[in-house]
């Protein structure tokens, strides 16, 4: 079942601006990963974030998490045409203390940027 | 990093037949691995839990003698459709991991039954 939860479902900016998205989740999770998809193309692993970690970042990528709100977003900085794509947010439950890096992923946010 | 391949990427076929779809990790051995099924515009779903040398596990409401998966070796997986019915055109797609949490994703095979 799908336990993750993005909005917005849809956006659309122009190059240059930032692109916000979140993500809620329900359970414990030992980390939260951010994917970008291509249409009609395999899953591109951006970032992952560890439960115990409230902020990353990687090139114009940051990240946040909070465990207490069960939520994280993805901000993409001085956006180009080309990150145009949807982007899934996926958890990694807490399995016990065990992690089977079993993924359950959000429904997804699909960003266009004009160019 | 590390490649996930998967075969064949496209495959169209005859209601009734049954279609295999191969998942290989390139360079790194995957003691698991994982299959999603993503229709059009939504979200991946997991399938199954593949693991090497034993049998897969299969998410709810997955029927397992209608996608049999088999992982005999730590760079290959398989998931073969048995029966295909036009409902079970989608989009396959596989991904490999190791204990250290990332996950590596194949690019997908699109799978259309007539």
């Known amino acids: 079942s799908q336990q993750g939860e993005e909005d917005p479902q849809a956006l659309s900016i122009q190059e240059g601006e930032n692109a916000t998205m979140n993500c809620s989740y329900k359970?414990?999770?030992?980390?939260l990963q951010w994917y970008r998809q291509n249409s009609g193309r395999g899953l591109v692993h951006l970032i992952l974030i560890r439960s115990n970690e409230r902020e990353k970042h990687s090139g114009r990528l940051r990240v946040t998490l909070d465990t207490s709100k069960k939520s994280s977003s993805l901000l993409i900085t001085a956006s180009r045409a080309a990150d145009t794509a949807s982007y899934f947010c996926?958890?990694?439950?807490?399995?016990?203390?065990?992690?089977?890096?079993?993924?359950?992923f959000g429904q997804g946010t699909i960003l266009t940027v004009h160019p | 990093g590390a490649v996930v391949s998967q075969h064949p990427s496209w495959v169209i076929c005859k209601s009734g037949t049954s279609v295999k779809i191969e998942c290989r990790s390139l360079d790194f051995q995957a003691t698991t691995m994982f299959w999603y099924r993503q229709f059009p515009k939504q979200s991946l779903m997991l399938m199954a839990t593949?693991?090497?040398?034993?049998?897969?596990?299969?998410e709810q409401g997955v029927e397992k003698d209608k996608f049999l998966i088999n992982h005999a070796s730590l760079t290959l997986s398989t998931l073969t459709v048995t029966s295909a019915h036009p409902e079970d055109s989608s989009f396959y797609i596989c991904?490999?991991?190791?204990?250290?949490?990332?996950?590596?994703f194949g690019p997908g095979t699109r799978l259309l039954v007539l």
């Open positions: 996926a958890t990694d439950q807490d399995a016990g203390g065990t992690s089977y890096g079993k993924l359950t």
């Open positions: 593949s693991n090497e040398g034993s049998k897969a596990t299969y």
């Open positions: 359970t414990s999770i030992n980390n």
């Open positions: 991904s490999a991991g190791t204990v250290q949490e990332t996950q590596y």
